[in-house]
């Protein structure tokens, strides 16, 4: 504390703390902490003398230099009190402005959650329990985001106006870890590959696989995942996955809707007729029981496939057993052990045709139908003249699509060991149901010579109908040359 009979301008200020003026009729105390950043006045009246004027105070403030953030209320209101006697008690008479830390340096992701964690209890909200966890799914190219440095921040100002600097922002401490490439001066993340984008550790990233340690269930919930996903257990039943890239499943598949533009592998999957798998490569499984499947590659199976509507652009191939039950159309053949069941079991089998077409066809079939028929009822002309066209369209349309060319297409079912009745074949342009069990191993292709289906020798499914049929053909010409 410093003593003053009259406060002067030109006094030394105190280094810390504040300092303390008495006079006949008060004694008054300011005080400064060491940042400068307040000023607080405290006041004492005594019994004699006079009271403290607003000019004497303002003289004191101004010996410390206090000259910025003063509070004209309070300082008023402190002068006020002081004239009528009250003595005060650390009353704020000035601040400072204090600065604004800079914003830490981030990452403003532009890539969103591919699913949302529905929450809430009102029973009204409709919250699906097998959506839990959520991915941030990017594809090769797509921007993640953008790092945002650091803040400098805003400086203050103290009570003698001077500046006081800002905590500037503290620089992130990540990895930019595999699949990532930056640009504009390391600014900007690219992703390098499609995947999940991953934080963890300290280090960003984009991962390709996700591995399920167990079986997918409430624990994990349904997977949406741009990448390869591999399930070491089983999936339960209403627990859906699409994997972009592939899926790899050890044990078995309940009723679930499954997705992949890769290859599918699992043990086995029976989905009571509401489950169904969209394969945009090779399927492979042990059994396949109740499910509607559309793949682009082949379905290769171990043990059988039980009551199935498959549509596939490769092949449908059973190794140990049979194909009973269902409709199945495979562009590159159809081979098993046995087809249908020995309690005869309708099971429908076309194969050399792309389903794509398959569809179409029935779809102008039920078209030109319908226009014929309108065309026998109608009584206008010019109605029956545009229906006429219409139904020509329809049969050049069918025409097209019967005689395309298809190098992948093979029209041919291998049996192994017995093909049963109550199965229907459907190969070209020919359709039989066959009427008693015929043993193998036989291949089944169209007779274009006698008509009907040709029952063979069995050949690998690597040998095309067309081929076989066309040395039958050249045979023929031989034998009626002589």
Same mark, same amino acid.
């Given at each position: 504390?410093?003593?003053?009979?009259?406060?002067?301008?030109?006094?030394?200020?105190?280094?810390?703390?504040?300092?303390?003026?008495?006079?006949?009729?008060?004694?008054?105390?300011?005080?400064?902490?060491?940042?400068?950043?307040?000023?607080?006045?405290?006041?004492?009246?005594?019994?004699?003398?006079?009271?403290?004027?607003?000019?004497?105070?303002?003289?004191?403030?101004?010996?410390?230099?206090?000259?910025?953030?003063?509070?004209?209320?309070?300082?008023?209101?402190?002068?006020?009190?002081?004239?009528?006697?009250?003595?005060?008690?650390?009353?704020?008479?000035?601040?400072?402005?204090?600065?604004?830390?800079?914003?830490?340096?981030?990452?403003?992701?532009?890539?969103?959650?591919?699913?949302?964690?529905?929450?809430?209890?009102?029973?009204?909200?409709?919250?699906?329990?097998?959506?839990?966890?959520?991915?941030?799914?990017?594809?090769?190219?797509?921007?993640?985001?953008?790092?945002?440095?650091?803040?400098?921040?805003?400086?203050?100002?103290?009570?003698?106006?001077?500046?006081?600097?800002?905590?500037?922002?503290?620089?992130?401490?990540?990895?930019?870890?595999?699949?990532?490439?930056?640009?504009?001066? &390391? =600014? !900007?993340?690219?992703?390098?590959?499609?995947?999940?984008?991953?934080?963890? /550790? *300290?280090?960003?990233? +984009?991962?390709? $696989?996700?591995?399920?340690?167990?079986?997918?269930?409430?624990?994990?919930?349904?997977?949406?995942?741009?990448?390869?996903?591999?399930?070491?257990?089983?999936?339960?039943?209403?627990?859906?996955?699409?994997?972009?890239?592939?899926?790899?499943?050890?044990?078995?598949?309940?009723?679930?809707?499954?997705?992949?533009?890769?290859?599918?592998?699992?043990?086995?999957?029976?989905?009571?007729?509401?489950?169904?798998?969209?394969?945009? &490569? =090779? !399927?492979?499984?042990?059994?396949?029981?109740?499910?509607?499947?559309?793949? /682009? *590659?082949?379905?290769? +199976?171990?043990? $059988?496939?039980?009551?199935?509507?498959?549509?596939?652009?490769?092949?449908?191939?059973?190794?140990?057993?049979?194909?009973?039950?269902?409709?199945?159309?495979?562009?590159?053949?159809?081979?098993?052990?046995?087809?249908?069941?020995?309690?005869?079991?309708?099971?429908?089998?076309?194969?050399?045709?792309?389903?794509?077409?398959?569809?179409?066809?029935?779809?102008?079939?039920?078209?030109?139908?319908?226009?014929?028929?309108?065309?026998?009822?109608?009584?206008?002309?010019?109605?029956?003249?545009?229906?006429?066209?219409?139904?020509?369209?329809?049969?050049?349309?069918?025409?097209?699509?019967?005689?395309?060319?298809?190098?992948?297409?093979?029209?041919?079912?291998?049996?192994?060991?017995?093909?049963?009745?109550?199965?229907?074949?459907?190969?070209?342009?020919?359709?039989?149901?066959?009427?008693?069990?015929?043993?193998?191993?036989?291949?089944?292709?169209?007779?274009?010579?006698?008509?009907?289906?040709?029952?063979?020798?069995?050949?690998?499914?690597?040998?095309?109908?067309?081929?076989?049929?066309?040395?039958?053909?050249?045979?023929?010409?031989?034998?009626?040359?002589?």
């Amino acid at each position: 504390m410093t003593d003053h009979n009259e406060p002067s301008a030109s006094s030394a200020l105190p280094a810390i703390g504040g300092s303390e003026v008495k006079k006949l009729g008060y004694s008054l105390y300011l005080r400064i902490p060491d940042d400068r950043m307040e000023c607080s006045c405290s006041y004492v009246p005594h019994e004699q003398g006079s009271m403290i004027t607003r000019d004497e105070l303002t003289a004191f403030m101004k010996q410390y230099n206090v000259r910025e953030g003063i509070d004209q209320q309070a300082f008023d209101d402190f002068v006020v009190r002081a004239a009528g006697g009250q003595q005060q008690v650390d009353v704020l008479l000035a601040s400072g402005a204090a600065p604004v830390a800079g914003t830490d340096e981030y990452i403003s992701l532009s890539v969103q959650s591919s699913a949302v964690v529905q929450s809430g209890t009102d029973e009204a909200t409709n919250v699906d329990m097998h959506i839990v966890q959520t991915f941030i799914n990017v594809s090769s190219g797509d921007e993640i985001g953008r790092i945002i440095p650091a803040g400098t921040g805003t400086p203050g100002r103290n009570i003698m106006g001077l500046p006081v600097p800002p905590q500037p922002g503290k620089p992130m401490n990540v990895k930019i870890g595999k699949n990532i490439r930056t640009e504009e001066n &390391g =600014t !900007l993340l690219i992703a390098a590959a499609t995947g999940r984008f991953c934080q963890s /550790a *300290g280090e960003i990233s +984009v991962e390709e $696989e996700y591995v399920v340690k167990g079986d997918v269930n409430f624990r994990i919930g349904s997977i949406n995942f741009k990448g390869i996903v591999e399930v070491r257990g089983d999936v339960m039943d209403n627990f859906d996955i699409t994997a972009s890239k592939g899926l790899t499943v050890t044990g078995n598949i309940g009723v679930c809707n499954i997705v992949s533009d890769g290859d599918v592998t699992f043990c086995g999957m029976d989905g009571q007729d509401k489950a169904s798998i969209v394969c945009g &490569g =090779t !399927l492979r499984a042990n059994f396949i029981h109740d499910v509607t499947i559309e793949c /682009a *590659g082949d379905v290769i +199976v171990g043990v $059988e496939i039980h009551n199935c509507t498959i549509r596939t652009l490769g092949r449908i191939a059973v190794d140990k057993g049979a194909i009973s039950g269902g409709s199945y159309i495979a562009r590159g053949g159809i081979e098993a052990k046995k087809l249908g069941s020995a309690a005869s079991i309708h099971t429908k089998l076309q194969a050399g045709v792309d389903y794509h077409d398959v569809e179409e066809l029935e779809s102008l079939f039920a078209a030109l139908a319908e226009s014929q028929g309108k065309a026998k009822q109608s009584q206008s002309l010019s109605e029956i003249a545009e229906l006429r066209k219409t139904s020509a369209e329809l049969t050049d349309r069918i025409m097209a699509i019967r005689s395309k060319a298809d190098a992948v297409a093979n029209a041919k079912i291998n049996v192994k060991s017995a093909l049963y009745e109550n199965v229907q074949l459907i190969l070209g342009s020919i359709t039989e149901e066959i009427k008693e069990q015929k043993d193998g191993p036989l291949s089944v292709i169209e007779n274009s010579i006698e008509g009907g289906l040709r029952f063979m020798s069995m050949t690998s499914l690597d040998v095309k109908a067309t081929d076989i049929e066309l040395a039958f053909v050249r045979e023929q010409k031989i034998a009626l040359r002589k």
